[in-house]
Nanobody, 121 residues
Framework: QVQLVESGGGLVQPGGSLRLSCAAS????????MAWYHQAPGQRREFVAG???????DVKDSVKDRFSISRDSGKNTVYLTINGLKPQDTGFYYC???????????????WGHGTQVTVSS
């Protein structure tokens, strides 16, 4: 049974930083392709960052300068670090297992419940 629990969101001022966590059970994150997704209010969920089991990273082009993905094998946790937060970063962030084909990440069935980020002054 796979369980992914996102945490670390909150109300943050523009320009601030957050590190979101995805704590996994039922899988070993270093042995899986993992990805983060963002869903802005009223919008579809979209890919923002992924990391293959082998360590290959990909980040959505429009946020590549501000978002990064990492993992900690000891904590079996995947992270999304967001710097220079902007109002458009507002929304829910979800992690998931993923397929990785031709350099692209495709979501698996293991969505967590998400963590909410609100960027506002």
């Amino acid at each position: 049974q796979v369980q992914l629990v996102e945490s670390g969101g909150g109300l943050v001022q523009p320009g601030g930083s957050l590190r979101l966590s995805c704590a996994a059970s039922g899988i070993i994150v270093n042995g899986r392709h993992m990805a983060w997704y963002h869903q802005a209010p009223g919008q579809r969920r979209e890919f923002v960052a992924g990391m293959s089991s082998g360590g290959t990273r990909d980040v959505k082009d429009s946020v590549k300068d501000r978002f990064s993905i990492s993992r900690d094998s000891g904590k079996n946790t995947v992270y999304l670090t967001i710097n220079g937060l902007k109002p458009q970063d507002t929304g829910f962030y979800y992690c998931n297992t993923a397929r990785f084909n031709s350099g692209r990440f495709y979501p698996g069935p293991d969505w967590g419940h998400g963590t909410q980020v609100t960027v506002s002054s």
